[in-house]
């Protein structure tokens, strides 16, 4: 009697080691961090299209490089470093701090030698979430399936010398036994030139246009607060992270404020607050904003997408693209943001995409678009 | 329980605070009492002692106070007013045994001397603004008071103890000006404004105190070795103050303010003012659409400084391009990928510049 219970035990591990050895990765599902094989050398063949992608993602995400390209179809151009350069990042840029944290795949058609699916990957960054749809190929080769991978090609630069000699702004601090009034350099002025407030499916949403009126370097930072009809506060917010911080003399930026679970329907009053310091910058680097249009994705889905292209010397780590909508009258009806995941190397351009909500991208009849740029040793 | 006639508050009050009655048989000097206290609540009191009701200790006291003066009167056979004139006598040397007599005020970190009255030693006490002390001091020598415990100005407190204390009061008043503070805002302003230029100065003693005291305060606003303004202001309650106009040129201006030998110098930057007039022109290049503004000054014909952002939008059927570029050496230029027929446009802040319309790419 007293040995049932541990064979019972045994028993139960087993069976469920067994099922997460074979029947997990065999079974339809193609979402998320379960799929693949859970102990490496012992998956099962690649039978169908689902499985084959799971597998190979599941490789990439437990960074399992020479698997998930032997996972690869021979019809791949693409050598391994090339192939895990794309996936770790270089340069600094956004993705070398990322990690795929889970995927969703869905086929888009299948016929018994190739299919092609589209993979919804969310990846976990610094700055938050960032979602990557890309869609891809498999083949059926001999008795299993094989991803097809695009060749990669990474921008190269030449050697040059760039010569930059953009105006900068350093900022000297006076003495702590300065006498009192004679460390009297401002604060630049900057000024809200436009705001709106919207109902949105998350939350209500303020945004608008802040420009620095002065002729010195300002970092910008929005708040607003919501007011209530008795003249209460209900709540305030930051434009974090949705702003050009750092605006050089006459530089307009797009700014949104995020209240999440909160609708304007109790909203009497919004009470902006801008504030604005004195800090050392540089006019270099100019990035253009190149190939603006909008256009539906792969979704169905309407972004403006483009190209940026860095006009000077300098990479840039991480570009960040925030995008201001008008509508018919000149008003600010959306702001969206977006990360780029690859570095901006000087003299080279990189895509860039930010969605336009569906209810709005009808109403949208032009667009503004500024990029903030994140490099490595500067602040 | 309290008798019904005690009924108004202030008895009840009184009759609370009370201590508990004595018997009644101590009561005997009662009823001479009852003649001085006619008409008063004390006779309602005494009153009614027959209904059981017992007279307070207080009460018995004064009752035998009176009760015996009239009988030393009586025995020394002392006319009244030689007993007030002893009174009177005894009470003036009494206070005539210590007293101190302050000034009403006393300028800032300044000796002062305080005469006081008496022989014997006391204790002096000296609190004000920030300072508290305490000394000896000998009645007969007055007291000193250091320059170092009066620098704040302000209301301070003097107290001498003896047998009994005794307080003065005094105000220690600012020294005269040593410093001249001035404040300037802004530091920086854009020409052509009206009334965009202010300036405050504060005069100070050698210990930080404001000066209340008007005094005349000259600001003067040079630029280069020309007067732009020139003003005086009297001080109100420590303060004197100015606003102008900004120039009409951009360059560093000079305010001094001066009080009588105390001179502060201060700077104001004079900027341009917001673009006026932005036109640009372009043309084609074997990399797309060379285009640039003529040299950008505001409408008072000064050059907006550089690295003032102007942004160029290239507008074709299909696609836009921009780019924020920044002004170099008066002009900002942008390359911009545009194949196709473009308008291009330019704007600087809220600024708005001519278009450009450039054709396709042969």
Redesign the interface.
Known sequence: MKFVLPIILVAATLVLMALAIFGVGQSAGTVGIATGSAVPGLGSKADTSEQALGSFLTDIRRRNWDRAYSALSKTSSVDEPSFIQEWTGSNGSLRTFSTLETYEARPLHATSDDAQMRVRMRWTTPVGPVEDVRDLNLKHEGDVWKVVWPKFTAPTVPAQVIPVNYLRWDLVNGGADDGWGSRNVDAPRVRIISMNAVDSSEGAVVMGEVVNEDTIPAFVNVNATLVDGAGKAIDDESSFDKIAHVLLPKQVSAYRIDFPNIGLKNVKNVRMDVKATLVPASADPVIGVMDQKVDPDAQGKSVLRGQLLNESGQTVNIPHVIASFYDNNGRVIWVSDGYVDRALLPQTSEPFAVEIPKTLASKVQNFHVVVNQYSLGKS | MQPKNLSDHSVLDKSVLAPAAQPASVLDDSVSADAVLKDSVLKEDFALKGRGFKPRRKYRKIDRGLSRCGRILAATRMQPWLLVWVLGANLGQVCAAQDIHAPTSVPAGEDTHFTTTGSDKATFYLVGPGVSSKSDVELAQGVRIPAQSVRNAGNYLAILCSDTCRSATFYVTPAQPA?L????????VPVGQNDAVSGVALPFDQFHNLVIAPYEVNFQLTSGNSSVMSRAVRTLSGIAWFRTSSGKNTGSQQLNASLNALTTR?AVQQ??S??CNLRIKGQRTSKGIMVETEPVRDCSGNPV???????F?ASSE?????????I?RGIAR????APGATTISAA????MGNDLRIGAQP
């Open positions: 410093t503070t001035l404040r300037v805002h802004p530091s920086r201060r900027v341009a917001d673009p400084p550089d690295g003032t952002i102007v942004t939008t299909n696609t836009k391009s921009s780019v924020d570029a920044p170099k942008a390359q911009m990928e600087s802040g809220v600024v």
